[in-house]
């Protein structure tokens, strides 16, 4: 990075905190912690995707109106990215912690109030609340994990995150499919996620530590150490502890003054921050428009309620080995080139799903293949663009730079495209074929114009990188 940084995220002492936490061996610890944001991230899934059931589920009972069930398509999407903008304002000036604890106790409380919704405008109004927290919470594990796991392993958690993601998206449509038919299915379908505020957040807060690079870039350099020493010891004692003499001069220990915000589009930062949003922004359009408008546009298209459940069901539980093999290829090929394969692998899944309808006789196997390549491929590509995305940014912008990453790509990627798409879900010619237009063409960005970022914390250069 440019002079600018080169006294926080860079420094010396900051580097020799980073090596000691990648020396760490993965023990039970670090898998405790993974454990458990691969819970929060089901909970999230859970509470925020379940738009596209509650499209099917909620429609009838509440005797919802077309221009309802549009904005009930983009309402906790849209809040997603407000409450994203907002939490990205006061990341790195709160803790990572604080901030997804906020997130998830707003989530999952809003939650719990949907089965006593009286109509469409309640419903409506719980899904914009429950967005706003969760533009707090979606964003929030990846900079935790970051800087709290071994370099090393760090797609191990992104492996477990985004399949404990990819469970709840399978789970979602099985559970609407078993309740349809029942005048209150969306209510029971609710409930699970709801109760999660019970016992969630309270893990969230007692479980998971907070960032000693945070505290470091602070200025609180023994806080910092205490808190490695205490992975250290958890993880079994396997290393030696760190010093505070080992960081070398960490004096003046007064807290140091982050980065503006508009850092983030300074010289030396703005390629990176525009190239992370992009590869984010390609994937996640197809993630929102088969999450959201799937079950809608098969059921526009003629198939049954039942059946459109099943099929998004089954695109999500492929997505949950893609995921798993996603995590384990892009520390063997590369950030970029698993972003890129996840992209073009799933062309020929997406052309089968558009071109079912032209084959009456196969059309049910050609959707079921279609859904299953789409799934292991593009739906699993979160596992690299969002540690990719994360890993644009040195420590002081980290928590601002992520987080305001995923909430202007969802503007376009989680609002704008399925509010454009929604009139269109019975066309699979331009359903399909929009999505297959944005997948190819988002194939090639990072590789073309991002670099290599694997291990990459503290500064993203435009000569080698230097491990964190």
């Known amino acids: 990075m440019r002079a600018a940084f080169a006294g926080g995220s860079g420094s010396a002492a900051s580097r020799t905190l980073g090596r000691k936490l990648d020396s760490i061996p993965l023990g039970r610890y670090h898998l405790m912690i993974i454990a458990v944001l691969g819970l929060v991230g089901f909970v999230d899934g859970y509470d925020l995707v379940m738009t596209g059931s509650l499209l099917l589920l909620a429609k009838v009972p509440l005797h919802m109106t077309e221009p309802q069930i549009r904005y009930l398509a983009i309402a906790s999407t849209s809040m997603i990215c407000v409450g994203g903008f907002a939490a990205s304002a006061i ?47 979606v964003s929030a594990p990846f900079p935790i994990a970051a800087e709290l796991m071994p370099a090393q392993h760090r797609r191990t958690f992104s492996a477990v995150y985004e399949v404990s ?3 709840a998206f399978t789970v979602l449509p099985l559970v609407g499919a078993l309740l349809a038919g029942n005048p209150d299915s969306f209510r029971w379908m609710a409930l699970p996620g709801g109760l999660a505020f019970l016992v969630i957040p309270a893990m969230v807060y007692f479980l998971i530590p907070e960032s000693p690079r945070w505290h470091l870039r602070r200025g609180e350099a023994q806080v910092a150490v205490d808190i490695v020493n205490r992975i250290i010891r958890r993880a079994g004692s396997r290393v030696a502890p760190l010093t505070l003499a080992t960081l070398g001069d960490t ?94 692998g799933s062309l020929p899944g997406l052309t089968l799903m558009m071109m079912a309808h032209q084959v009456p006789d196969y059309a049910r196997i050609l959707m079921v293949v279609g859904a299953l390549i789409t799934g292991f491929t593009v739906l699993s590509a979160a596992t690299a663009s969002r540690v990719y995305l994360s890993e644009q940014f040195p420590t002081g912008l980290r928590g601002r730079g992520h987080i305001f990453g995923e909430a202007a790509g969802r503007v376009f990627s989680g609002v704008a495209a399925p ?50």
């Open 91 to 137: 990341s790195d000036h709160f803790s990572r912690k604080t901030i997804m604890v906020i997130g998830v106790a707003a989530t999952t409380f809003f939650t719990l109030l949907i089965p006593l919704v009286q109509n469409a405008d309640q419903l409506i109004v719980l899904r914009l609340l429950t967005g706003f927290g969760g533009g707090f919470a």
């Open 165 to 167: 993601l990819a469970a």
């Open 251 to 344: 004096t003046p220990t007064t807290r140091e003054a982050l980065p503006p915000y508009r850092a983030l589009f300074g010289p030396g930062q703005l390629r990176w921050t525009v190239i992370g949003i992009s590869s984010y922004v390609f994937a996640s359009c197809a993630f929102f428009l088969t999450s959201v408008l799937l079950p809608k546009a098969l059921v526009d298209q003629g198939g049954a309620v039942a059946l459109s459940m099943g099929v998004a069901s089954l695109a999500f539980a492929a997505s949950i080995p893609g995921k798993a093999f996603t995590g384990f290829l892009m520390e063997i090929i590369g950030r970029r080139w698993t972003i890129t394969y996840a992209m073009v």
């Open 419 to 468: 509010f454009l798409m929604a009139p269109f879900t019975a066309s699979p010619t331009i359903f399909f074929g929009t999505i297959a237009v944005i997948v190819a063409t988002g194939a090639f960005v990072p590789l073309l114009l991002g670099r290599e970022t694997i291990g990459q914390l503290e500064l993203v250069t435009e000569t080698a990188p230097e491990t964190a």
